[in-house]
Every structure is written in C-alpha cells, then in structure tokens.
C-alpha cells in the first residue's frame, strides 16, 4: 500500500497563476481532507469530503475549490494564487470509526511558493 | 471555542523523559490525539484517548488526560534522539458536525545527546 500520496511535491507559482494538487490514498478510506501548514500556527483545515461527490468547508477555505469525483483522489485547486497562500499543503484521509474517533493518515505535503 | 494550545518548544536530554502539553477548551471533546511530524514529513499518529479515559501506556509512550483542567500530556520514556520532532495535539468534537480535527500549533522536542 502506498498510503497517501501527493503531487507534485514542490511548486512556484505567479500571483495570479491556477493549479490543482492531487491526493490519492488507496486505503478505501470514505474521508479525506486538506490542511495547510504555516510556521507557528500548525494545521488548518481548509476543506474536507465525507464521500465520493461530497465536498465540505473547514477554517480557512477563500481562495480554494475542491473536488472529489472518485473516493480514491481529492483535489485541491488555486484559481488565482496568492502570495498569502504560501504555505505546505497536506493531504488526509481516514475512516470514521464509533463514536467520532478520526485516525488520519496524512500524506507527505505540497510545499507552494507563490510570488 | 475551538483553541487548542501547546508550548512551541521543548529540549531535553536523550535518556531522561519527556512531558508534552496540550491545553484544550471545549469539553464536547470525544477523542485527543498526539501526531508526531519529522523534519520534510507528514504527520503520524502516535497514539490516542478516549475522553472518558485518564491514562493510556503504549510502550515508552504514557497519554495523561485531566478532564477537570482539559489539560493532555504525553510522556515519552528514554527519550531517544530519533524522537526529536514537532508533536500535534489534536481534538475531534462530533457535536460540530465538523468531521475533522483541530490542531494545536505544534511542541518542537529537541533532543541532545
């Protein structure tokens, strides 16, 4: 099992330029989610999916859309990158177990530069 | 609220334990966990507790629970230099309908030998 994957791994991007990051898990894990990463403010939930077709937002969505059309793949996408969206993205999945008890798995992060 | 909070920085010597805090401020809390992220990585459960719990021992790793002070810590025995790293608490709260986590900002160990 690969676990959660990411790509790409690294990225620079213009003010004002578009991309989409990719996760995958082969887990058959029904959650998946999208944290970004800044220095002294720890994980912050961006979007998250409880299903195939589902998509829901977290803390910190403006500036992202999301999308999840196969349970095994979740992508993120910047349509207009911004410098404040610098930052390490990680990817997530999980099952849910009883009672609200989440074991995320994450993936190995997106380090994004946007200039 | 929804703040979760932790020291930013520990330093310790290899073979003396380590104790990480975590102070949260919801009690709806059902479950509390520690992740552990190395330098270029992903985080990785380490382990966690169920809110009813006090305690939890999973090898050199003990989980206090205080719900009364909603303070959670984790101890590592014999702390060795691989276990330098930056240590996560994190909450899950159901009664949200936010299936998710909420992170603390991180407790960086350093270990010196």
């Known amino acids: 099992n690969a676990g959660v994957t990411q790509t790409p791994k690294f990225r620079v991007l213009k003010t004002g330029q578009s991309m989409t990051l990719l996760c995958a898990q082969d887990m058959n894990h029904e959650y998946m989610y999208w944290y970004r990463q800044d220095p002294g403010m720890g994980l912050r939930l961006i979007h998250y999916s409880v299903g195939e077709g589902t998509t829901a937002k977290g803390e910190v969505p403006d500036g992202y859309n999301v999308s999840r059309l196969k349970k095994q793949n979740f992508l993120l996408g910047l349509e207009s990158a911004a410098p404040s969206q610098t930052s390490v993205y990680f990817c997530?999945?999980?099952?849910?177990?009883?009672?609200?008890?989440?074991?995320?798995?994450f993936g190995p992060g997106t380090r994004l530069t946007v200039t | 609220g929804e703040d979760v909070e932790q020291s930013l920085f520990l330093s310790v010597r290899e073979g003396d334990s380590s104790v990480i805090n975590c102070t949260y401020t919801d009690s709806s809390s059902t479950y509390l966990y520690w992740y552990k992220q190395e330098p270029g990585a992903g985080l990785q459960l380490l382990t966690y507790?169920?809110?009813?719990?006090d305690m939890k021992q999973d090898q050199r790793l003990t989980v206090l629970l205080n719900k009364k002070d909603k303070h959670l810590s984790l101890r590592i025995a014999d702390t060795q230099t691989g276990d330098s790293a930056i240590y996560f608490c994190?909450?899950?709260?159901?009664?949200?309908?936010?299936?998710?986590?909420?992170f603390g900002s991180g407790t960086r160990l350093q270990v010196q030998p």
């Open positions: 997530a999945s999980s099952y849910q177990l009883a009672g609200g008890l989440y074991e995320q798995y």
């Open positions: 994190a909450e899950s709260r159901p009664d949200t309908g936010r299936r998710a986590l909420t």
């Open positions: 507790i169920f809110s009813n719990m």
